[in-house]
Every structure is written in C-alpha cells, then in structure tokens.
C-alpha cells in the first residue's frame, strides 16, 4: 500500500485529486518532516481507514517514531480541541473566557520541533473547521519563520486529502 495505491483506487471524476496527490507529495517548500507529518495527521483526521493505513505506508518510513507520534498526537489533539474552540467561538456567552479545564500537555512537550506540531495541527484544524484554532496556529508557525507559502502548501495538502476521504467514503457507500 502507499501513494500511487490510493491514487489508483480514485474514479475517473477524481483526477484532479490523482494528481494533486502527486505533485503534493513532491512539495518542495515543506521540510521532509513537515511534509510526511502534514500528510499523516491529515489522513488520521481525515478518518478514512484505507486513506490512512495507505499515507502512514507511504509517509511514516520516513519520519522517526517521535515525529510519528508527534503527528498522531496532533490529529488527536486537535479533534478534541477543534470542537471545544469552535464551540466556544459560535456559541455566545462567557464560554471562551471559563478554563477549558482539558488536558493538552501534548502541546508543550509534543516530540517534534514546535513549528512542526504547530503545522501538523494547523492543517487538521482546516481539515476539522475550526477558525479559531486556524488563526491561533498560523500566527504561531509564522512568527517561527514560515512563509505563507508554507502554510497554504500545508493546508492545500489537508484539503486533497480530506477530499480523497470523501471520495473514497462515497464510493464505499454507493458500493454497498
């Protein structure tokens, strides 16, 4: 399993897809950290088991188990904190300013350099819709020194994966 295996799984109608996998995963403007563990979280968020299982064969080699974990972790974390901060930010009243009173250590001490976790988790917040969250992590990574090059690149990456999920869920429901 890997990369050209989940393209070859997409329809016809999802060739524009086909090709934004490849040439996404030939992002230059991404350490190859970044770009394997943008990838990763994405897919996890993504909740697409064939989508996962096939970028973790194709990205995991080539992280180390802490970015691994790091990636994951990311994916982890922002599921829980991109409805809470969303929920926060939609609803009226005093929620945003109560203590969350939720355990984020992974955070401060995620296993990676903080640019890298903070991009993994910019890119499953976009994935996720949590503006709140999005603008919290892009001025992070940009005051680490990323361009807005960068960030799209990670973004524009969780949106091709996110629609490859889609996709192959609604082929599997049309199937079944």
């Not at 903070?118 to 819709?129: F, K, M, Q, T, Y």
Request: hydrophobic share 50%; with cysteine; glycine share 6%.
């Amino acid at each position: 399993m890997s990369l050209d295996a989940l393209r070859n799984m997409l329809p016809e109608y999802a060739k524009d897809l086909k090709l934004n996998l490849g040439s996404l995963a030939a992002e230059t403007l991404l350490t190859e950290q970044q770009l394997a563990g943008t990838f990763i979280a994405s897919a996890l968020a993504s909740r697409n088991a064939v989508v996962t299982k096939n970028i973790v064969a194709e990205f995991g080699p080539k992280l180390s188990a802490e970015a691994l974990n790091a990636a994951k972790a990311s994916a982890a974390i922002m599921g829980m904190n991109n409805v809470y901060y969303r929920f926060t930010h939609l609803v009226h009243g005093d929620y945003a300013t109560m203590p969350a009173k939720l355990r984020m250590n992974v955070m401060a001490r995620p296993g990676v350099e903080k640019v890298d976790f903070e991009l993994w988790s910019l890119a499953v917040s976009a994935i996720n819709g949590c503006g709140m969250c999005m603008e919290s992590h892009e001025k992070v990574v940009r005051q680490h020194g990323m361009t807005q090059e960068q960030v799209q690149a990670s973004v524009r990456i969780a949106s091709v994966v996110h629609a490859v999920a889609a996709v192959l869920d609604g082929e599997a429901a049309l199937a079944g």
